[in-house]
């Protein structure tokens, strides 16, 4: 356990010196006094669609694949801890943004401009909450089983956040606190010993599709 929080911890400040210090990296405002707007960039591998289909995908892999394995096989296992970690997070996000309603960068209105209503939800970033809830639990697992690769997958909450820093639809700080509340909830998810979503679902889930085919 003290090992997963060193790893995590790592992680974290790993990810907040790459958003810090890439492209324009310069002091600017907000929280932590990092948050300034980069230049709009949705070309390449940036394209927004990448993003979404990134997105997508990772919904689609853990909600598949727990469904297919099933919680009995350890894979399955992982799967189904990602979508309490997904579940969990996304919800705790969007309250957060409905809670801060902070303007996006794109609307210029500038970092440190909170409790705007409606209009304005950027504080935290979700996709990026998103992706580190996906990942989290898996990498924990497997790197508890001595397969230290798994931690490359720590690259789609990076290349998510850069890819929204990029399209101006959120700031240095949403991207690290949309990690940082997706990692929390992945570590969380990773140790319970029985997924909450296999326990408040019918019965039947703990064995794959797979074995019933």
């Known amino acids: 356990m003290r090992r997963a929080r060193l790893s995590v ?16 990296a310069f002091a600017g405002g907000g ?11 949705n070309g390449g591998i940036w394209n927004r669609s990448n993003q979404t289909g990134l997105e997508y995908a990772a919904i689609a892999t853990e909600t598949l694949g727990a469904l297919w394995l099933g919680d009995s096989d350890p894979l399955g296992h992982e799967f189904w801890q990602s979508i309490d970690s997904t579940l969990s997070s996304a919800v705790a996000a969007q309250l957060l943004k409905y809670a801060f309603s902070r303007a996006r ?4 209105l500038g970092p440190d401009r909170w409790f705007q209503g409606g209009c304005c939800q950027s504080f ?10 996906f990942v989290t639990p898996i990498i924990l697992d497997e790197s508890a089983r001595g397969h230290p690769w798994i931690w490359a997958l720590e690259v789609l909450p990076l290349y998510d956040g850069i890819g929204r820093l990029k399209q101006q639809a959120h700031w240095q700080s949403d991207v690290l606190a949309g990690w940082a509340l997706g990692s929390a909830a992945g570590y969380w998810a990773a140790h319970r010993d029985t997924p909450l979503s ?16």
């Open 31 to 41: 929280l932590l006094g990092i948050d300034h707007e980069w230049a709009y960039d």
């Open 198 to 213: 296999v326990q408040i679902l019918p019965g039947g889930f703990s064995v794959g599709l797979q074995k019933r085919f």
């Open 105 to 108: 960068p794109r609307e210029n």
């Open 9 to 24: 911890s790592l992680s974290l400040m790993s990810l907040m010196s790459l958003v810090a210090i890439a492209d324009h």
């Open 124 to 133: 935290p970033s979700g996709e990026v909450t998103l992706q580190a809830g």
